[in-house]
């Protein structure tokens, strides 16, 4: 029985990714190296730290992690209120909530990131909380975010509904043994692990979201 619902932001309360891109592109940029658009989608979901190590095995950056992160950080915070959300999803958090639906926000990005994600979307009634990298010792694809979301509520993971926009999330969620709802927004990424792969919320039934049907996002 579905008695929290848990979200992930970037890329999926908010369309995030493409400005945390833009990011990692303009500090890039500045100290004289390149990022492909190609990147784009194997940076989908990651931490900042995987992010670094990432492109530095590529093209060895003259930044440690700490800089690079403040850089990035520093860039994202600064044109956040440019970032929108996606079509329905705030929506569907302010039904949940009109219904006595615990809500949760579970992120990868450092508490920073998250916190001006938070006051972009604005809802702290209908949002218990927010987690953050910075607040559990393992990020995504490890359960723990998950489990912590779980315990702060006092709701046991059977009980709870995850949506995610990234397979790295997603294996999250299902590694906590919640169950866990596919929303991505490129039809390219592929999921080996969840309950329902969806194109529009409004497909969700939200009274026992495992009725629903198992669809590609391009459907």
């Known amino acids: ?22 990011s990692f592109v303009a500090v890039c940029e500045s100290h004289g190296q390149t990022l492909a658009k190609a990147d784009y989608d194997r940076l989908l979901g990651r931490s900042m730290a995987e992010v670094y190590a990432m492109l530095n095995a590529v093209q060895p950056l003259p930044l440690d992690l700490p800089d690079f992160a403040a850089a990035c950080s520093d860039h994202y915070v600064t044109h956040v209120a440019k970032v929108p959300a996606r079509r329905g999803a705030l929506e569907q958090v302010a039904e949940l909530a009109r219904a006595g639906v615990l809500q949760a926000c579970v992120s990868n990005s450092a508490r920073r990131v998250v916190e001006a994600n938070m006051g972009v979307i604005a809802m702290p009634e209908a949002l218990r909380f927010a987690l953050s990298r910075d607040d559990v010792t393992k990020g995504k694809p490890d359960p723990e975010p998950y489990l912590r979301a779980a315990e702060r509520l006092g709701m046991a993971p059977e009980d709870c509904v995850v949506v995610e926009d990234s397979p790295i999330g997603a294996r999250a969620a299902k590694a906590a043994g919640m169950v866990t709802i596919a929303w991505p927004q490129h039809a390219t990424l592929e999921f ?28």
């Open 1 to 22: 029985m579905m008695r929290a619902v848990l979200w992930d932001i970037d890329g999926t309360l908010l369309d995030s990714e493409p400005h945390h891109f833009n």
């Open 192 to 219: 080996d692990a969840v309950d329902l792969i969806i194109a529009d919320l409004r497909e969700v039934d939200w009274t026992n979201p495992l009725q629903g049907r198992k669809i590609t996002a391009n459907h």
